[in-house]
């Protein structure tokens, strides 16, 4: 596979457990994704859609495979490079935790803000990863204003590269 992909896995395999309980979950995975594109996981509960998501955030370490995000090697890689990998992936997690007292923009722009992105760089940057996502219209909603079809569920996962 080219490297010069944003995500790019090569024959990802993942298992849970030892011996008679071993499940695996992952089979041979591979597909790489560019910049620019938007990705969406869909699949039954236990399908290995959050297993993989925490792979290529430098969650969970990988198995077997090659798991490249933004150019790392994740596949046995020491503490320092998840460090910094973790450092420029944005993830939303099935129990998103985000904050009730701020609007949906406001959630996305403070984790920017974290990140060292500011002023209007960051609202337009929010602004445009929620036209992406379809959540535009929501953006001066709070969290729990959101039907259940407006959150990312374990149905249902997006994932922007830029």
């Known amino acids: 596979m080219a490297t010069d992909a944003r995500i790019a896995l090569e024959d990802v395999s993942y298992s849970y457990g030892k011996g008679a309980l071993k499940k695996q979950i992952l089979f041979d995975i591979g597909t790489r994704i560019e910049a620019g594109q938007i990705v969406i996981l869909t699949g039954p509960s236990g399908s290995g859609k959050t297993t993989l998501l925490t792979l290529i955030g430098a969650l969970r370490s990988a198995q077997n495979g090659s798991v490249k995000v933004l150019g ?10 998840l460090i910094k990998a973790r450092r420029q992936i944005g993830y939303i997690f099935q129990s998103h935790n985000l904050l009730d007292s701020l609007t949906i923009h406001q959630n996305v722009q403070m984790a920017l803000q974290l990140g060292g992105v500011n002023g ?28 259940g079809g407006h ?6 996962v997006v994932t922007w590269c830029s």
């Open 72 to 81: 790392r090697e994740l596949l046995n890689a020491g503490e320092k490079v």
């Open 120 to 147: 209007q760089e960051a609202s337009n940057r929010v602004t445009e990863v929620l036209n992406r996502v379809g959540l535009a219209e929501h953006e001066h909603k709070i969290p729990r204003e959101l039907s």
């Open 151 to 156: 959150h990312w569920t374990n149905n249902r």
